[in-house]
T-cell receptor
Framework: NAGVTQTPKFQVLKTGQSMTLQCAQD?????MSWYRQDPGMGLRLIHY???????DQGEVPNGYNVSRSTTEDFPLRLLSAAPSQTSVYFC?????????????FGSGTQLSVL | RKEVEQDPGPFNVPEGATVAFNCTYS??????FFWYRQDCRKEPKLLMS???SGNEDGRFTAQLNRASQYISLLIRDSKLSDSATYLC?????????????FGTGTRLTIIP
């Protein structure tokens, strides 16, 4: 099992550009989520999904879109990148709604927006 | 006041020593508690859950004090490989919605 696979590992964007961060898991987990991690702040939830076709907003959803067409994939789209979106992004999954705290994280994407 | 607060450290501890750090939470309705470990430039990984009666996993002991609203992590006989940032996580369930709040982490460096 590869676990949670996240690509790319690094990305530099110019303000206003769009891009998609890819996330895939092979553990048949229902729950998937996206977090961002900034210095001096804890991981913050951007969007999450409890199953294919179902997504919801987290704590900091503005400027991001998600979709969940399959159980395995949960891409995060930045519509028009802003410098405030410079951060490290983690995708995470877990096996059930009752166990969301037992998260398996991808290796992260370091994003810089100039 | 932050929902979850941790001393950022760094804690610099000699190999073989015992180290402990705390995490305080502000919401008394918090139900579940966890410690994650994050190595430098890596993803967080679940270290252990924290149970009401306290629990051990090898050299690691986690405790919960609901009256004072904090959890603690104690590491005995510390190893160089224990160097990492330790994240405290608190879960609240409200009308079926679960919310996880992550602390900013406590950085631990074990010195040879």
């Amino acid at each position: 099992n590869a676990g949670v696979t996240q690509t790319p590992k690094f990305q530099v964007l110019k303000t206003g550009q769009s891009m998609t961060l890819q996330c895939a898991q092979d553990m048949n987990h229902e729950y998937m989520s996206w977090y961002r991690q900034d210095p001096g702040m804890g991981l913050r939830l951007i969007h999450y999904s409890v199953g294919a076709g179902i997504t919801d907003q987290g704590e900091v959803p503005n400027g991001y879109n998600v979709s969940r067409s399959t159980t395995e994939d949960f891409p995060l789209r930045l519509l028009s990148a802003a410098p405030s979106q410079t951060s490290v992004y983690f995708c995470a999954s877990s096996s059930s709604p009752g166990g969301r705290e037992k998260l398996f994280f991808g290796s992260g994407t370091q994003l810089s927006v100039l | 006041r932050k929902e979850v607060e941790q001393d950022p450290g760094p804690f610099n501890v000699p190999e073989g020593a015992t180290v402990a750090f705390n995490c305080t939470y502000s919401n008394s309705a918090s139900q579940s508690f966890f410690w994650y470990r994050q190595d430098c430039r890596k993803e967080p990984k679940l270290l252990m859950s924290v149970y009401s009666s306290g629990n051990e996993d090898g050299r690691f002991t986690a405790q919960l004090n609901r009256a004072s609203q904090y959890i603690s992590l104690l590491i005995r006989d510390s190893k160089l490989s224990d160097s990492a940032t330790y994240l405290c996580v608190v879960k609240i369930t409200n009308f079926g919605n679960e919310k996880l709040t992550f602390g900013t982490g406590t950085r631990l460096t074990i010195i040879p």
